[in-house]
């Protein structure tokens, strides 16, 4: 039977840099070894917090899971 194990979490914030020559300007921002099996209030609460200390306004924060799939 085959299982998948979690093998890294991680989360990117997309940050709004203004426009340049009338495109927008994005830089992202990625925080990793996040614990596996972290809530969705937890990952508020720490987007929250980071989102104030940066000097950019955060357009997007996304959540990344890598699994392993063993057989």
């Known amino acids: ?12 914030f ?4 203004g426009e ?3 495109k927008a300007v994005e830089k992202s ?3 990793s070894k996040l614990d596996n099996n972290i809530t969705v209030e937890n990952l508020s609460a720490v987007s929250a917090t980071l989102t ?3 000097e950019h ?9 890598t699994s392993l799939l063993v057989e």
């Open 14 to 17: 997309t940050l709004n840099l």
């Open 1 to 12: 039977m085959a299982n998948i194990n979690p093998v890294s979490t991680s989360m990117r």
């Open 29 to 31: 921002v990625n925080i």
């Open 57 to 65: 306004p955060v357009t997007a924060v996304k959540k990344y899971a």
């Open 52 to 54: 104030e200390l940066l």
């Open 20 to 22: 340049l020559d009338g």
